[in-house]
């Protein structure tokens, strides 16, 4: 499903403590998008994430978009501490090594707000 339309079908209560998390990761993904130059996002599947006291329980995408012939799959859960993010990168060549969220920012001038 388009990551717009997911999102207008699944903002989280205004009432939510942690509603501003939600909408911060969905930010950042538009954020990615956007310096990256990726046109499209998917919603290629959700989970429930709990979040810390007042618990709550809040509905997150796994976001997949591609660059070039590069396809990313994003995943964030902020309900444990540390923060959990799992990112996965697919290209033509299939080199697999570990890639750091944070070097992935710096690299790229990404700035997040706590």
Same mark, same amino acid.
Not at 18 to 26: A, C, S, T
Not at 41 to 56: I, L, Q
Not at 101 to 111: E, G, H, K, N, S
């Given at each position: 499903?388009?990551?717009?339309?997911?999102?207008?079908?699944?903002?989280?209560?205004?009432?939510?403590?942690?509603?501003?998390?939600?909408?911060?990761?969905?930010?950042?993904?538009?954020?990615?998008?956007?310096?990256?130059?990726?046109?499209?996002?998917?919603?290629?599947? @959700?989970?429930?994430?709990?979040?810390?006291?007042?618990?709550?329980?809040?509905?997150?995408?796994?976001?997949?978009?591609?660059?070039?012939? @590069?396809?990313?799959?994003?995943?964030?859960?902020?309900?444990?501490?540390?923060?959990?993010?799992?990112?996965?990168?697919?290209?033509?060549?299939?080199?697999?090594?570990?890639?750091?969220?944070?070097?992935?920012?710096?690299?790229?001038?990404? @700035?997040?707000?706590?």
């Amino acid at each position: 499903m388009d990551l717009d339309r997911w999102v207008n079908d699944n903002n989280p209560d205004e009432q939510l403590q942690y509603g501003n998390g939600w909408w911060d990761y969905i930010e950042l993904i538009r954020r990615l998008m956007y310096k990256f130059g990726a046109e499209e996002a998917h919603v290629v599947a @959700t989970y429930p994430m709990r979040t810390p006291p007042p618990e709550e329980d809040l509905l997150m995408p796994v976001v997949q978009f591609e660059v070039g012939s @590069t396809e990313f799959i994003v995943k964030y859960d902020f309900g444990v501490y540390p923060e959990r993010w799992m990112v996965s990168v697919k290209n033509a060549i299939s080199v697999v090594r570990p890639i750091l969220v944070q070097q992935l920012f710096r690299a790229y001038r990404i @700035t997040c707000s706590a």
